[in-house]
């Protein structure tokens, strides 16, 4: 079974984001132990990159102070094998193709098995192009993630057929960022999902607070958090730990 299938075994799941090194790696650490400790069941982790597409500003901003301040794929490889002696829950890596590969692709997932990281989300990477890292994921068994947007309409049973893990469902077209509300028709996104696969599902891109985290994980099988994050790491820097873990776990207790 993957590790990531885990993440759903007791009940809805609570995913956050965080952006590595932003303000530095040892607030990361920190901030990915409290995370832990309050609740998410599955982390994702953000390898920075100069120009990601995906992003808001928000996040966007984590990225550029992050490679301001030196961090690099290597030592966010440092980081996790560090990490790992504490924290169990399945951790994904979130980056973009280009990131991978320029490390080159097979040296960056076999390091991923090795420092035991279980999924790699490469939101650039279109359905059609997976086979450039498919083969060597399954190789050294990480989870490709599989994101479906809502302009995947009819390629979504196709997504859905291939996941492995969990699937990414974005909530609204644009780029990532708090929203004050959530138009998407999601549930017809999440039964067709449904029809096609048992992997679970869940949903990101805008959600802010526990009403929203709540009525996600309702229709899905879990919510997924950044902005929200990086926002309260922005503010309070490198005190940013014990607020982000009240922060997941206030998210945590709502979906419960």
């Known amino acids: 079974m993957s590790n990531i299938k885990k993440a759903f075994e007791n009940g809805k799941a609570f995913i956050p984001f965080i952006t590595c090194g932003d303000p530095d790696l040892e607030t990361t650490a920190k901030i990915v132990k409290e995370m832990a400790a309050n609740g998410a ?23 550029l102070r992050a490679l301001s301040g030196g961090v690099t794929t290597d030592k966010i490889f440092d980081l996790v094998r560090d990490l790992r002696k504490d924290v169990k829950i399945p951790m994904v890596f979130m980056t973009y193709a280009n990131v991978v590969f320029s490390y080159g692709a097979e040296k960056f997932i076999s390091t991923l098995k090795e420092i035991q990281m279980d999924g790699l989300i490469l939101p650039d990477l279109p359905f059609e192009e997976k086979d450039e890292f498919q083969p060597l994921c399954d190789k050294y068994g990480i989870d490709l993630i599989s994101l479906i947007a809502p302009t995947s309409e009819n390629r979504i049973a ?89 922060f997941v776990k206030s998210m945590k207790d709502a979906i419960r």
Request: with cysteine; glycine share 10%.
């Open 41 to 63: 069941d599955l982390i994702e982790l953000g390898i920075p990159f100069s120009d990601p597409t995906a992003e808001g500003p928000v996040i966007q901003n984590a990225n």
């Open 158 to 246: 196709m997504i859905a057929k291939e996941a492995k893990g969990f699937i990414y469902i974005v909530s609204s077209l644009g780029v990532t960022g708090t929203r004050s509300e959530i138009k998407t028709d999601l549930a017809s996104i999440v039964k067709t999902v449904r029809e096609n696969t048992d992997t679970p599902c869940a949903i990101g891109f805008g959600i802010s607070n526990p009403e929203q985290a709540a009525g996600m994980a309702d229709l899905s099988d879990g919510a997924i958090v950044g902005s929200a994050i990086v926002k309260i790491v922005e503010k309070a820097g490198r005190n940013a730990a014990p607020e982000v873990g009240r």
